[in-house]
């Protein structure tokens, strides 16, 4: 016997409302946050792929960002100008040149991500404790089922 939801359409499309609003409120919140930083935001999107992932070549970070190669090149040439990033040749094969996350591009992602978690963190105190737990394991289950699809 299968315990699933059997949701209607008006929750499933004010859910889908909510998401895409919280989704444009933090995106916001983070570009405000962004701009005590001598940085764009392509340029963090880019800085946070490489923080998550580790080295990637171009090629990977362009598929993940949804940009052309030239785009990401660009991008990538103004980020090691200011030292966010460095090209290196992969140990394996030396035709590969990897993205390197450079210690200013990690201190930036890392000072920027503490700031948008406290702002959630601030929004949290008007929730109880057990909404903050059931809010997180939603949220967790949800982009489970979405990664698998």
């Given amino acids: ?4 939801a059997s949701v209607n359409e008006q ?5 889908e409302k909510a998401l895409r609003h919280i989704s444009a409120i933090i995106k916001q919140k983070g570009r405000e946050i962004l701009s005590d930083y ?7 999107i880019a800085l946070q792929w490489l923080w998550e992932n ?3 070549t171009i090629g990977e970070l362009s598929n993940k960002m949804y940009l052309a190669c030239s785009t990401t090149t660009d991008l990538v040439d103004r980020m090691e100008k200011n030292q966010l990033v460095i090209r290196v040749k992969d140990p394996k ?3 590969v040149v990897r993205i390197h996350l450079l210690e200013e591009g990690e201190r930036i992602i890392e000072e920027v991500i503490h700031k948008r978690q406290n702002y959630l963190k601030d929004i949290l105190v008007h929730f109880k404790e057990d909404e903050v737990i059931l809010l997180e394991k939603s949220l967790i289950k949800l982009q489970q089922e979405m990664r698998e699809e």
């Fill in 1 to 4: 016997m299968t315990n699933h």
């Fill in 11 to 15: 929750t499933v499309a004010d859910l």
């Fill in 38 to 44: 001598a940085i764009t935001p392509p340029q963090f």
């Fill in 54 to 56: 580790g080295d990637l």
């Fill in 93 to 95: 094969d030396r035709r």
